[in-house]
């Protein structure tokens, strides 16, 4: 039996890697891919164009916008001198902020009463314009406090005192970079299984196939296991990319990791067996394998969290596997968990890789046309 | 079509026979293998109830654990701004531990904690420390959650200053206007973003097969010795395809509307006009892959690889362009998605900003050009 399978392997490799472009298609892009995306997923501001509109000129006034240059993240394209000018900014997308003092800002907090600073923000981006006005903020109460201490300002009864446990500094990097291993582990899965199947089915080689003495068992392990091999060895190049080159900390265990990975392929394979089975056409592959993987990455709390979504929608994510293995993937990288804690992750994805090989193995048979 | 008839054969009407044949033949092509039309009218209608309702950035009812070590009047009153606050669901705690548990556990995304000595040292002149615990693997979440807490915390110190009968003073307060969606709704860009993403997908997923599958089955051997010209051969690809897509189009700007009642404050029209030629480049993506691999196995590969995560990580839809380092800036030029997510954003939320689309759109028509025109040219090589 394992003398078939082996045979069925090698054909499967040779059909994959003997043409260069096929061989380059599975490698390189997915690398490039992982490079590029590492460094642009990010919710870190770390540009933010400002203008200045200084109706007060006072001290204060200019105290504070010096600390708006000084900060890293804000960058200063433009003064304002009329409220007509804030419009063009804005609309054009020049800035994404502008920064108002009004006329009696310095003269109100030198005399002890508040003194308000407008803040218009271009909410195009309702997620930007948030993170920006955090900043603004964390600006504001770092002044604030100077003040107040400086000017003997009353201090609140209570103050907060905010840390954040396993990613102190909240880089968002640190979030999204296990996320990105996830998706390109899938992308490189779904590459390599949605449309073997199909492509067989229509050049009509799989009827060939099924007339040979290999069982569909057979079939299927020689059909799932180079996915396997391939997203194996491509995701360990990725998880060393991870740790090596955007030194993403990897507090847990490796096995905990790997058990993870292997669990999370056998489903990622499973699902892209079963697209190409249910698939007549290439086309039709193409279709299933769109289907199936933009709602995965979109759904699995890779960018927008699960808990935010409508009680309907988080029952669908259930049987996104991706969705699990996102989560083991950030605990282990960032809070380094036991297996016992990831229990709960792991076992979703066995059972939907065997449902889904079992059906896939049951559709070569079955599914005819 | 009628050209052609009684007189010789004139170009003209060569032209437009041969044409309208071609595309009668991919429509029959469409009708017999329905996925095409599954590409364009079922998928964008599901995924964009999927993702209209599923999507969001905003997080409400946050669960936080609550511990109170010694509960007085002071405490309860700073837990009341917490329990009245939409965006928390508080859950009280015994201890400390059983707190960081649950933290741990992933059930609460942030612990407050208020010591046993809080009502005696909001009277010292240093003042009580209240310690927040937020769990920080998701950064974002993270912030947001802080965020909301300072709100709490602040609403609080008001609401306390002023029954003690004096006004709170804090030196600079920031007054924000967020101009074009001033509730902060997520979905008013998340819908329009997903839009582009969502053609993205339906421009290549129709054509990436399309040319590849003549070449595989040597139609195209067969195309070649009709009197059929490259041209046309392309334009018949392209019509059937683009009203279809178009089609698609249509449905997803009709369901951001009326269903996900994203306001539309640009002109209609303008929107049509650069989301056809959006299409156009997306299209033009596909023909050129579907023509370079020559194979459906490659090219389904490739639309894969080029499609999905590139429109969805760097078109601008979630992460912005600008906070990305200088090179990968760079690459997102070739995105078409990033010229398309500035009109659509702009057309739906701020109306119609020239200094916006014009550019957008100039850029969105130089990609269409460099697409079909590189697949005219890949196309008439193998013709010699």
Known sequence: MWQRIAALMRKEFLALLKDRRSRFVLILPPMIQLLVFGYAATFDLNNIAYALYDEDKGQAARELAATFRGSANFREVASVASVGEIAPLVNSRRVLLVVRFGPQFTRDLIVGNPAPLQVIVDGRNSNTALIALNYVRTIVNRFNDQWSNAREWPKPPARLQIRAWFNPNLESRWFFIPGIVGVITLLITLLVTALSVAREREQGTFDQLLVTPLRPVEILLGKALPGFIIGFLEATVIILVATLWFRIPLLGSLLVLYVGLALFLLSAVGVGLMISSLAITQQQGLLGAFLFMVPAVILSGFATPIANMPPAVQAITLIDPLRYFLVILRKVFLEGVSFDVLLPEMWPMAVIGALALFFSGWLFRHRMY | ?384
Do not use: C
Not at chain 2, 28 to 48: G, Y
Not at chain 2, 78 to 85: E, K, M, Q, R, V
């Open chain 2, 1 to 384: 079509m009628t050209a052609g008839r009684g007189e010789p054969l004139s170009t003209r009407g060569g032209v437009a026979m041969r044409l309208s044949g071609l595309v009668r033949k991919e429509f029959l092509q469409i009708i017999r293998d329905p996925s095409s039309i599954a590409i364009a009218f079922v998928m964008p209608v599901a995924l964009l109830l999927l993702f209209g309702y599923g999507v969001s950035l905003d997080s409400e009812h946050v669960p936080v654990a609550v511990v109170v070590e010694q509960a007085s009047s002071d405490t309860a009153d700073f837990i009341a701004s917490i329990d009245g606050s939409l965006y928390f669901s508080p859950i009280p705690m015994r201890s400390l531990p059983q707190a960081t548990e649950a933290l741990l556990a992933g059930r609460v995304d942030a612990i407050v904690h208020l010591r046993a000595n809080f009502a005696d040292e909001l009277r010292r002149p240093d003042g009580a420390p209240i310690q927040v615990i937020a769990n920080g693997v998701n950064a974002n979440t993270a912030r947001i959650v802080e965020g909301y807490i300072e709100g709490a915390w602040f609403t609080w110190l008001a609401h306390r200053a002023q029954e003690q009968g004096r006004e709170l003073r804090v030196p600079v307060r920031v007054e924000q206007r967020v101009w074009f969606n001033s509730e902060l709704r997520s979905r008013n860009y998340l819908v329009p973003g997903l839009v582009v993403v969502i053609m993205t997908l339906i421009g290549a997923l129709l054509t990436a097969m399309v040319m590849a599958r003549e070449w595989e089955r040597g139609t195209m051997e067969a195309l070649m010795v009709t009197p059929v010209g490259v041209s046309e051969l392309l334009l018949g690809k392209l019509i059937p395809y683009f009203l279809l897509g178009a089609g698609g189009m249509l449905l997803s700007v009709a369901m951001a509307v009326w269903l996900f009642e994203v306001p539309l404050r640009g002109s209609f029209w303008l929107l049509f006009l650069t989301a056809s030629l959006f299409l156009f480049v997306a299209l033009g993506m596909g023909l050129l892959i579907s023509s370079v691999a020559k194979n459906q196995f490659i090219a389904g590969q490739v639309a894969i690889i080029a499609t999905f995560l590139p429109a969805f990580l760097l078109s601008g839809f979630i992460f912005d362009i600008g906070s990305m380092p200088a090179v990968v800036q760079t690459i997102t030029h070739i995105v078409a998605g990033r010229y398309f997510v500035a009109i659509s954003n702009t057309l739906f939320l701020a109306g119609d900003v020239w200094s916006v689309i014009l550019p957008n759109a100039l850029a969105l028509a130089l990609m269409a050009a460099i697409f079909l025109g590189l697949t005219w040219r890949t196309t008439r090589k193998r013709l010699e």
